[in-house]
């Protein structure tokens, strides 16, 4: 059982940076690969990036590609998104999931936070 807790979502301008975290209890954070998706209300969860086990190899959407960066510090149990250059388009909720596989479809994950949300104004 792996249990999600994510934090740093906020208001900010278009351009700037922000950066999420996932904190994740339970012994077994490092046998996950750990997912970033996103949902706009109205609309199904977007897939963001993922980070294997180790911390490579990672994954991203075309749409957050050299705009954020995904990372983990298996130490802290903790997940991580860096977000720069961000748009208004990417103001929604984000959600931090675990998988045993490095994997993008959100079926293919166990475990859910329970979200955090992000305002980008223009």
């Known amino acids: 059982q792996v249990q999600l807790v994510e934090s740093g979502g906020g208001l900010v301008q278009a351009g700037g940076s922000l950066r999420l975290s996932c904190a994740a209890s339970g012994r077994t954070f490092s046998s996950y690969a750990m997912g970033w998706f996103r949902q706009a209300r109205g609309k199904e969860r977007e897939f963001v990036a993922v980070?294997?086990?180790?911390?490579?190899?990672?994954v991203y959407a075309d749409s957050v590609k050299g705009r954020f960066t995904i990372s983990r510090d298996n130490a802290k149990n903790t997940l991580y998104l860096q977000m720069n250059s961000l748009k208004p388009e990417d103001t929604t909720v984000y959600y931090c999931?675990?998988?045993?596989?490095?994997?993008?479809?959100?079926?293919?994950?166990?475990?859910w936070g329970q979200g955090t949300r992000v305002t980008v104004s223009s």
């Open positions: 999931a675990a998988s045993l596989r490095v994997v993008t479809k959100q079926y293919e994950y166990d475990y």
């Open positions: 980070i294997s086990w180790i911390g490579g190899p990672t």
